[in-house]
């Protein structure tokens, strides 16, 4: 069988999110097969109450009696000081007995695989996989499952399926990121809230206009709404039996913040999809998967309207909530009048006490908790559509006036009932087989779906001499099974006739049964292996760490410059730039380096010793990803191989695949944060890693010691990479054209609520690049930099003009070699500060350098 085909033969896994013990039981009790949860630390849902170990094991236990499965988020970047922690936390998550571990640190990833293999290892979408070639890096790694990006369309999804033996999972339902996951650092350097840590702040979800450089709102005359980054709520409900098909396996509902009632209805209407499909596939006529009232229940327990986001292709303005950035609710109906205390709905939906309502009106809007209602002057509990009636009011409000419902009491209180404390439904069915003789002990047989059990009767039953054992009777003593997970399904009795045995026997029978069913038989790594284990990792990683410090010494620190075009690149090299980084993103503002201009560049700068690297982009799809794959091979036949940097999984893979030689770098996008992602890649042959530009100067320095270590210290940060681009989907084009090409005529900024300008890019593939409003600068920290011992510094000048690029290189040339020589008293920031403020006015930034995302 086939890859696809063994896929294709699984049954579709519903995963859960629970970010507290009550919607964990939501999730459970209404018919999920797994659910992902954080523990107290290493999650990226920070603000989730979340589970300590007590209440983990708990839940896995509760989880694992009614065989449902239970996978822990470890998906943050994890820092050195923090892995003493991490080292015990895994133990006890194995020791707990979860099913996986949901990972976004690459060093996290191989740390596991050398210390505790027997604990399964999901990649995270924060590890930002979205083609065959990085789902194929992964497995190297020991994954057995990736969770693909939310921008993988479902024709990508099959070509990946059909070329890996991983489990897939995607997101099908829930809020959707505008940005790549993993790859979003707009949290972090506004508000020190970092993505890569589990704390976003949702700056995304805020308003903002696009202006142009003379400062003009461009959508001020379309009033579409001014929360442009905000997606609508990712619903592929509809589309289950396709994924099935293209052999995805997990089904991922989004929403550990949510509330439990959130949960416990949108996996009841899962599940009863999936269900669905079983009857669809047995020959039975293809029909929706749901009713439109349970479709109305999805969009009443949450939505900001519904996309299927890029499951079939980019939607551009049509993925976007640009009104509203939190739930709209069911449309209600509208005020027909407002009078003395009392306000009158002509209902399209019905209404009850306890639904919140909440009316738009020109001026804003206003939400109220329906109390009493009247219909004809009387009161009733129910308004139905097509009536019109009247509830207390004491707000404004116009005839006219639309009136959506955001809370529906009915279905949040059918939502608690299904997971009520001590009334739990979901069990497991039971047979039973009671045999044997008078003057012998009787034997029961009890038989789960995994599991058969085997135990006697205290005492050898006897002849009855006034009330035999019934069927009736035996049936009602065994299938008291109370809170158990279990319930009796059938009885089978072969006994001589007229026998009986004393009830408390038949009790204890039934408790020794179901508490043997519930033991959990796996293996343990007993906690002195894991330790020696632990202690074979520390002495390899001391080793790699001193072998690297020794190669350091040997490395001549540089200035490195980044730059995409060729007219800038000329710049660099006459400013005296000794090593530069060419390519990257194509930006559609400028003219970007063909690949022939790439190899006349290395030429170039071969004969002027310039150490030059060609840099590629951050994202691709499994298409540009085969593109880039010709252009590869291409440089492969070059009469030198080019030093390459790659920004994601897949580029590694692609480069290994043609020369597992081919010299390579790793660039800041791939989120190095600590030594156990900086030793991988070197174990791989990366002669120069860049750093997370979220470390603190304190871990940069811990860093630095090994050798090959680049830090940016100058220029752009990129806050975000999306496949939306708000200039595209909202400006428009000609009949039948989704882009007017706006993004090549003027530059285009996105001005927040506090009149701060982030300037957007836009790529050759028309993905939108965000940059933070003001410019990283470290120059002022130079020396300090020098002493960490920092083999290369860089400057990110992608999107800068030549004479911009000329300058700035010159000025850290002219710094670094005062620096590198011993002469710091020679040398003070000042004139090069005051050179750069002329330059780039829009003013500075140092990051992360100092107060990092700890």
């Known amino acids: ?71 822990v988020t470890v998906n943050i970047l994890i820092s050195d000081q923090e892995f003493p922690e991490l080292l015990n936390y895994l133990y006890d998550l194995h020791e707990i007995g979860v099913d996986a571990v949901i990972l976004q640190d690459i060093g996290v990833a191989e740390l596991i695989h050398r210390i505790i293999p027997e604990l399964e290892t999901h990649a995270s979408t924060q590890m930002t996989v979205n083609t065959s070639w990085g789902v194929r890096h992964l497995e190297s790694l020991g994954f057995s499952r990736v969770v693909l990006a939310r921008e993988t369309s479902a024709a990508e999804m099959k070509a990946i399926a059909e070329g890996t033996p991983l489990d897939l999972e995607v997101f099908v339902h829930g809020a959707l990121c505008i940005s790549y996951s993993g790859q979003c650092l707009m949290s972090s350097f506004i508000g020190g809230r970092s993505g890569n840590r589990g704390t976003c702040a949702q700056p995304c979800r805020m308003t903002y206009q696009l202006i142009n450089d003379k400062k003009q709102n461009l959508l001020e005359e379309q009033n579409i709404g001014d929360h442009l980054l905000s997606p609508r709520d990712l619903n592929l409900a509809e589309e289950l039996a396709e994924l099935k098909g293209i052999g995805i396996h997990s089904l991922k509902v989004e929403g550990r913040m949510k509330r439990p009632e959130y949960v416990a209805t949108v996996i009841r209407l899962y599940r009863q999809a999936i269900d669905r499909i079983e009857d669809q596939q047995e020959g039975n006529a293809v029909a929706p998967l749901l009713t439109p009232a349970e479709h109305q229940e999805l969009l009443q327990v949450f939505n900001r309207d519904f996309t299927n986001g890029y499951f079939r292709e980019n939607l551009g303005a049509e993925l976007m909530s640009y009104s509203r950035p939190n739930n709209r609710g069911t449309r209600l109906g509208r005020v027909a009048r407002s009078e003395r205390g009392r306000l009158a709905i002509k209902l399209e939906g019905s209404l009850h006490p306890g639904d919140g309502i909440e009316f738009w009106t020109g001026r804003g809007r206003e939400g109220v908790t329906v109390g009493l209602i009247w219909r004809n002057g009387l009161e009733t509990t129910e308004g139905l559509p097509g009536e019109t009636v009247e509830i207390e009011f004491s707000g404004i409000a116009h005839q006219g006036d639309r009136v959506f419902k955001t809370n529906d009491a009915l279905l949040m209180e059918k939502a608690r009932h299904s997971f009520q404390e001590g009334r739990e439904q979901r069990k497991n069915p039971l047979t039973m087989r009671l045999s044997g003789h008078v003057g012998e002990q009787l034997c029961l047989e009890v038989m789960s779906a995994q599991r058969k059990v085997t135990v006697h009767s205290a005492s050898p039953a006897q002849m009855a001499m006034k009330r035999p054992l019934t069927f009736d009777y035996a049936f009602q003593q065994l299938g008291r099974l109370g809170t158990t997970p279990f319930w009796l399904d059938k009885l089978e009795m072969e006994i001589d006739e007229g026998i009986m045995l004393p009830v408390s026997d038949l009790n204890e029978m039934r408790r020794q049964a179901i508490e043997e ?183 940069l320095a811990y860093l630095a010691k090994w050798s090959g270590t680049e830090v940016i210290v100058f220029g752009d940060l990129e806050m975000m990479v999306s496949e939306y681009c708000p200039v595209g989907a909202t400006l428009g084009g000609k009949k039948g ?40 600068n470290l120059y002022e920290e130079l020396a300090q930099i020098r002493r960490m011992g920092v083999s290369t510094v860089r400057l990110q000048l992608t999107r800068q003009t030549p004479a911009q690029v000329q300058q700035s290189v010159r000025l850290f040339n002219e710094a670094w070699d005062m620096l590198q020589m011993a002469k710091k008293g020679k040398w003070t920031s000042n004139d090069g500060m005051a050179e750069l403020s002329t330059i780039f006015p829009e003013g500075f930034t140092k990051g992360h350098f100092f107060r990092g995302v700890l």
Request: charged residues 30%; contains cysteine; positive net charge.
């Open 1 to 71: 069988m086939d890859k696809l085909k063994r896929k294709q033969a699984l049954p579709l896994e519903l995963l859960a999110p629970a970010g507290s013990y009550e919607a964990f039981k939501a999730a459970v009790e209404n018919g999920t097969d797994a659910v992902y949860l954080g523990g107290k630390s290493f999650s990226a849902r920070a603000s989730a109450a979340n589970f300590d170990l007590e209440e983990l094991q708990k839940a896995v236990r509760y989880a694992h009696e009614r065989q449902v499965k239970v996978y």
């Open 517 to 699: 069913l519930l033991k959990q038989s796996r293996q343990i790594v007993d906690r002195q292996t894991y330790r020696q284990r632990v202690e074979r990792w520390k002495e390899r990683q001391a080793f790699e760490r001193n072998s690297s410090i020794s190669l350091q010494k040997d490395i001549l620190p540089q200035v490195s410059v980044a730059v995409s075009d060729p007219l800038t690149l000329q710049a660099a090299l006459k400013a005296g730039g000794k090593r530069v980084l060419i390519g990257g993103e194509h930006w559609r503002s400028r003219r970007s380096f063909s690949l022939e201009e790439i190899r006349g560049s290395f030429l170039d700068c071969r004969k002027q010793k310039v150490d030059c690297v060609w840099r590629l982009p951050r994202v691709l799809n499994e298409a540009q990803s085969e593109s880039l794959l010709i252009d590869l091979k291409k440089a492969a036949e070059w009469e030198v191989k080019p030093k390459i940097m790659v920004s994601n999984l897949g580029e590694l893979e692609m480069l290994k695949s043609i020369d597992r030689e081919w010299p390579f770098e790793v660039d800041y996008s791939l989120n190095v944060f600590n030594e156990g992602s900086l030793a991988y890649f070197r174990k791989l042959g990366a002669q120069r890693i860049t750093l997370s530009p979220e470390l603190h100067h304190e871990q």
């Open 737 to 776: 054209e989704r882009c007017a090409r706006n993004c090549m005529k003027e530059s285009h900024f996105l001005r927040d609520r506090m009149k701060y300008d982030f300037p957007v890019e836009t790529d050759q593939e028309c993905r939108m690049h965000l940059f933070n409003v003001k410019i990283l």
